[in-house]
C-alpha cells in the first residue's frame, strides 16, 4: 500500500528467493542450446498431445523454443504463454482432481513415461517464459 515501505521479515524473504529464483532461470536460459532454435506450430484444439509428443524429444528441452498456434500470425513470448497456458489448462481438465488446489489422478491414459515429460514441460516452460501453471 501507498506510504507502506517497510516489508516484514516474510515479504522481504520472500523477494530474496524469487530473485534467486529468476537469476538461476536466467543462468539456465543463457545456457540452452542457442544454436538450436525450434519454431513449432500447435493446433489449439490438440495442444496437449501435440506438446506431450513434442518433448518426447529431450533435445527440445535443451533449445530455445518458440510456439506458435496454427493458422495464427501472433509470435513472441506471450504466444508461448498462451500455448503453455492452454496446456495446462486441458491437463488439468482431464487429469486432475480438485476445485482451488490439484491433484494428479493416476489414469491409463498417461503412461509412467508421460508423468516424466510433464516434468520437463514444466521445467522448460519455466526457463522459458518465466511462468509456472496457475
Known amino acids: 500500500m501507498e506510504g507502506d515501505d517497510l516489508l ?3 515479504e522481504q524473504r520472500a523477494h ?3 530473485e534467486g529464483l529468476n537469476s538461476k532461470r ?3 536460459d543463457n545456457r540452452l542450446d542457442k544454436d538450436v532454435v525450434e519454431s513449432v506450430n500447435v493446433s489449439r484444439h490438440n495442444c496437449f498431445k501435440e506438446l506431450l509428443e513434442l518433448y518426447q ?5 535443451q533449445s530455445k523454443l518458440y510456439l506458435h498456434f496454427k493458422g495464427e ?3 513472441g513470448h506471450g504466444v508461448s504463454r498462451d500455448v503453455f497456458a492452454l496446456f495446462w489448462e486441458e491437463f488439468v481438465t482431464n487429469y486432475c482432481e480438485g476445485v482451488s488446489q490439484f491433484t494428479f489422478t493416476i489414469s491409463p491414459n498417461i503412461s509412467l ?3 516424466v515429460t510433464l516434468g520437463c514441460i514444466l521445467t ?3 526457463i522459458l517464459t518465466g511462468t509456472l501453471p496457475f
Do not use: G, M
Open 8 to 10: 516484514s521479515t516474510e
Open 16 to 18: 530474496e528467493l524469487v
Open 26 to 28: 536466467s543462468e539456465t
Open 57 to 61: 524429444d529431450k533435445r527440445i528441452s
Open 73 to 75: 500470425e501472433a509470435v
Open 113 to 115: 513415461h508421460d508423468y
Open 124 to 126: 522448460h516452460q519455466f
